[in-house]
């Protein structure tokens, strides 16, 4: 009797405080993975979505997304070109060290030029441990729809980094038409070879490429939603050929040409591009994953100087000046990211990979992603990222007007660019000149000299390419090719 009375009075409690009991005895749930969303625009401008200034451009999904998560004022791409951004998101690594510091597949080097370009690699090389792969060895499935430019055939495509699906990513930059078919009527101008756009089966006549992306990606969204996935969305817009639906881009025509910011068919790509964002996050929503998956929002370099207008910044694609280089970033990471919280702490394409692997509840690896760092501290509100400097490395020449082969740091508000062709320096004080339009080296030659140690002692570190002196450099030649270039400039404005 003595040895029931306890067992009698232990079924009691049960019995008044079940739920207390069941609550203490069972172990807590683990928490789902969150699923992980990257859209990479082609060509954006910073000042291309209303968040961030744009009156002219209608973004009204990706300005929601910015004010349900963090936006960031002064993100930087890695590079002013496309393939080497790309290639610093998916690695955690600046390009000069990956030597991916050009877009490919560019020409050889100019043989009367004056200086020979850098070397650099031909595609993503395998021994990189990307961040699709990192992710599914987590356990996500992982897709790439959409833009690569990281390299092709036979091993150098999205399915030999770490992507389970590839859909419409090869080594082209860019679609020979945004309507099917679209393979379009082009060659490629270096060797005058009829062009093959051959990665994305066509769909009914008139169909629009970001329309059709965004299907597949809704589609594979629909197909996984039961287990974590990660989705590169990286858009061909709102890359070159400017092309757009006719009847979004009457509406743009009808706004006084004085209130444009840009070629209204841009416009009108730029506002299909905030469409595929609204679907997909409706698609979320629908499906209940929304509050479970973090986006990211941002672009590859800044905006094309014939599509749209970068101002305030300094000139676009292709340039060393802020017009080159700051993009839009929005990160919605629920629970973590403040909403609306607007930071201005300098960020880069390389800090994607730990701030995603984090998002994925992985732990860090710094041997991978050597010049990424972890968003948390500022997504939070907690604190910064302590780094002291953004470097930018580009020894190569360019047709996009303002670019020069260039080294580049910033530090707090200075910001120095060191030209190799024609030589040169400059220095600036974002923080009172944002578009750059006073260069200070003279001004103040000891921050000059620390800022260009300190970008030569990281071009060291990181085993920056150089360029060499082309002892086949030809004066009469370049001038010729310059005129060339400045007319060409002057008559597609």
Known sequence: ?????????????????????????????????????LFLIDDLGWRDIGANGSTYYQTPHIDRLARDGARFTDAYSASALCTPTRAAILTGKYPARLMLTDWLPSGRWDPKAKLRSGRFLRSLPLEEFTLAEALREAGYHTANIGKWHLGSEPFSLPEHHGFDVNIAGNAHGAPGSFFSPYAGDWSIPSTGQRA????????????YLTDRLTDEAVKFIRTNRERP???????????????AKPEVVAKYEKIPEAQQQGKPVYAAMVESIDDSVGRVVATLRELGLEQNTVIVFTSDNGGFWNATSNAPLRANKGASYEGGIRVPLIVKWPGVARPGLVSAEPVTSPDLYPTLLAAAGQPPRPSQHRDGLDLRPVLTGSGALGRSALFWHFPHYNEHPSSVPSSVIRKGPWKLIETFDPEGTELFNLADDLSEKTNLAAAQPAVTADLRRELAAWRSAVGAQMMEPNPDYDPAVQRREKGAKKKKAANEK
């Open 1 to 37: 009797m003595k040895c029931v009375q306890p067992l009698l009075a232990a079924l009691s409690l049960a019995l008044l405080f079940p739920l207390a009991t069941l609550r203490a005895a069972a172990p807590a749930a683990p928490a789902a993975k969150p699923n992980i969303i």
């Open 229 to 243: 996935f990660f989705l590169y969305f990286p858009h061909y817009g709102v890359h070159t050929p400017l092309q």
């Open 196 to 207: 093959k756009w051959n990665v994305l089966a066509d769909g009914k006549p008139g169909e």
